[in-house]
């Protein structure tokens, strides 16, 4: 079985923080880039940030220097921590499981990847 659960998300004011979590199961974890993707109401699901199986990160111009994503293999777990939330972040964020390619970056186009979680709720107002 397959599976990527997403958790940590709710209600947060503006210019606070939320860490999200994506735990893995079901297939060799550490061998696989993970993306962290969001959907507002009315627009197309866009790339937040990525993490390949070395470490090497990309992240959305939105969110550079506000958002850390980082994995820990032994815990088969996927972070994204948010600061400076914006109302604008708010959306429904997804984590997902793209192509294994040990030697490249990871990139934030969605067709990119395959297995997909149901989602939190990320809400930033005041």
């Known amino acids: 079985q397959l599976q990527l659960v997403e958790s940590g998300g709710g209600l947060v004011q503006p210019g606070g923080s939320l860490r999200l979590s994506c735990a893995a199961s079901?297939?060799?974890?550490?061998?696989?880039?993970i993306g962290w993707f969001r959907q507002a109401p009315g627009k197309e699901r866009e790339g937040v940030s990525c993490?390949?199986?070395?470490?090497?990160?990309n992240y959305a111009d939105s969110v550079e220097g506000r958002f850390t994503i980082s994995r820990d293999n032994a815990k088969n777990t996927v972070y994204l921590q948010m600061n400076s939330l914006k109302p604008e972040d708010t959306a429904v964020y997804f984590c997902?499981?793209?192509?294994?390619?040990?030697?490249?970056?990871?990139?934030?186009?969605?067709?990119?990847?395959?297995?997909w979680g149901q989602g939190t709720q990320v809400t930033v107002s005041a």
């Open positions: 997902a499981r793209g192509p294994i390619q040990l030697f490249r970056r990871c990139v934030l186009w969605k067709g990119e990847y395959n297995y």
């Open positions: 079901g297939f060799t974890f550490p061998n696989y880039h």
């Open positions: 993490i390949n199986s070395g470490g090497s990160r």
